[in-house]
């Protein structure tokens, strides 16, 4: 490989790294873990900044920005009275390729896309699981982004969060 190549292929390199998303599967998985909440570590160690916050005592909701990929984070925390524990993280991406390469990701942990469910799911267990839910191209506060849906649910036995605790974005 001549010196001419090599530059090249750094380019390339530096190019498709410059669009990818910055959060996987797994950086979810720590967001939404009860047993030690450390969303707002886990997120700003990825470069988000909390925009704001709403919290009661079942509900806890959190928007999140990384000002240098322009993605945007809202994340959702419940836990119900009998101790069903639900969350739900919005994450937008600024391009069809962040997205896109989002989705051909799932395979690689075991997500198997339901064509009934029309949702990428895992379930763990009758009572908990995860699911993930393309909402493809949306607009939100007046600009395009492509919107996907994680939940995660544990010990959710026959209930389910109230309605106005999961509200799709504008």
Do not use: C, W
Not at 91 to 107: A, C, G, H, R
């Amino acid at each position: 490989m001549n010196l001419q190549n090599l530059y090249i292929l750094i380019i390339i390199l530096s190019v498709n790294l410059s669009f990818a998303q910055t959060l996987k599967i797994t950086d979810f998985r720590k967001i939404a873990n009860y047993s030690n909440p450390v969303e707002h570590k886990q997120l700003s160690s990825k470069g988000f900044r909390l925009l704001n916050d709403s919290i009661s005592t079942y509900h806890k909701k959190f928007r999140f920005n990384n000002p240098e990929t322009k993605e945007i984070i809202e994340l959702t925390l419940i836990t119900d009275k009998e101790g069903g524990k639900f969350s739900s993280i919005i994450y937008f991406l600024p391009t069809e390729f962040t997205y896109k390469n989002f989705i051909s990701t799932l395979p690689i942990f075991k997500f198997k896309y339901s064509k009934r469910n029309v949702r990428y799911q895992l379930p763990t267990s009758s009572y908990s699981g995860e699911n993930i839910y393309l909402n493809g191209l949306i607009q939100l506060d007046g600009k395009k982004y492509y919107a996907l849906k994680y939940d995660h649910y544990v010990d959710r036995a026959l209930s389910v969060p109230a309605i106005e605790s999961i509200t799709k974005p504008n």
